[in-house]
């Protein structure tokens, strides 16, 4: 087993999707770039498996989903409780003015934008910074 301390760190993406289909697709497309994934059904899932681990580098969330919050909301809870985390929120649908995101919180439309979560996710890892975007 020592041969496993040798190995290097991968970066931990956090997937919040109540779809089986979306997780599947989205830690394919994060797992290919060498990111490992962990996958949870909504909000409070993911608060729970943010709250257990210290290796989450990133959360990948939908917007819409069951559970006590949404993914906007989840994102602004995530900024303030673990603001190292890259954040990326996808959804469907547009982004209103009124659904504002937090700082350094980048908004992907699926489908078409969902090949550049990879790109987003890797952005500048030396401060996981992910570029501002709301609704675009």
Do not use: C
Not at 106 to 119: C, G, I, N, Q, T
């Amino acid at each position: 087993m020592a041969y496993l301390a040798k190995m290097p760190a991968r970066d931990v993406v956090l997937i919040v999707e109540d779809h089986p289909l979306v997780q599947i697709t989205a830690a394919a497309l994060i797992e290919n770039a060498g990111m490992a994934t962990l996958v949870a059904a909504d909000a409070d899932e993911a608060l729970q498996i943010l709250t257990d681990r210290d290796d989450i580098h990133a959360v990948f969330t939908d917007v819409t989903m069951p559970g006590s919050m949404n993914g906007i909301e989840l994102a602004r809870l995530v900024r303030r409780r673990w603001p190292d985390i890259a954040l990326v929120v996808t959804s469907g649908d547009n982004l209103s003015e009124s659904a504002s995101l937090p700082n350094g919180v980048r908004f992907l439309r699926k489908p078409e934008e969902y090949a550049s979560v990879v790109d987003e996710l890797l952005g500048d890892q030396s401060s996981r910074a992910v570029p501002d975007a709301v609704g675009a």
